[in-house]
């Protein structure tokens, strides 16, 4: 899952998109380039996201940029309201 898109189902941030940058048991580790970033990333149940399967991050060699996080998220919701 670490790469793939996912927005929130549960919260004060339901709705959100974020980009899964770790996993742990029953937990994933999400970030969104800009209020969480990679070096604080938001710690989520699985079942309070839904994964977004059209589109996915290469992990980098040497961990994600918070800058291509935002990017790539930039480029979703922008392809989403187009296709509306």
């Keep these: 899952m ?3 898109l996912a927005v ?3 919260g004060h941030d339901r709705g959100t998109t974020y980009v899964i940058i770790g996993e742990e048991n029953e937990y994933v580790y999400l970030a ?3 209020v969480r970033g990679v070096d604080k990333p938001k ?3 699985k079942k309070h996201i ?3 399967k059209k589109m996915q ?3 980098p ?4 940029v918070d800058l291509e996080i935002k990017r790539t998220i930039k480029m979703f919701q922008e392809g989403a309201n187009v296709k509306s």
């Design 2 to 4: 670490i790469g793939m």
């Design 8 to 10: 929130s189902k549960a």
């Design 32 to 34: 969104d380039g800009q």
């Design 43 to 45: 710690k989520k149940n």
């Design 50 to 52: 839904q994964v977004i």
């Design 57 to 59: 991050m290469e992990k």
């Design 61 to 64: 060699e040497d961990g994600f």
